[in-house]
């Protein structure tokens, strides 16, 4: 499975910015998804994931209200949509999705086993 991120920018403060996965899988129905960050010096860190098609969404504190994880499985694809964004928000965002990933580990990125290639979101002051 090949995922592909888009979506990333530089904006200020308060904006908003929608990042999309692409993916190459035609079940992905069956496929749990997550995001992702890193920023820089910093271990990568969960952002967000919803499990398989109909399944629950889970957000880090940090940006719970503000972001939200959806999916289009017509087309394969996922989204994040950033709003209120803050400069601690700035970090390159990753995609991913596991066919297996049990519910109880979906912040552990450790348990995915496809990720595209990143994508930097910079949030000015």
């Known amino acids: 499975v090949q995922l592909q991120a888009s979506g990333g920018g530089l904006v200020q403060a308060g904006d908003s910015l929608k990042l999309s996965c692409a993916t190459s899988?035609?079940?992905?129905?069956?496929?749990?998804v997550g995001w992702f960050r890193q920023a820089p010096g910093k271990e990568r860190e969960f952002v967000a994931a919803?499990?398989?098609?109909?399944?629950?969404?889970h957000y880090a504190d940090s940006v719970k209200g503000r972001f939200t994880i959806s999916r289009d499985d017509a087309w394969s694809t996922f989204y994040l949509q950033m709003n209120s964004l803050k400069p601690e928000d700035t970090a390159v965002y990753y995609c991913?999705?596991?066919?297996?990933?049990?519910?109880?580990?979906?912040?552990?990125?450790?348990?995915?086993?496809?990720w595209g290639q990143g994508t930097q979101v910079t949030v000015s002051s």
């Open positions: 991913a999705a596991d066919k297996y990933l049990l519910t109880s580990l979906y912040s552990v990125d450790a348990q995915y086993d496809h």
């Open positions: 919803r499990t398989r098609t109909g399944g629950a969404t």
């Open positions: 899988e035609r079940t992905f129905r069956g496929y749990a």
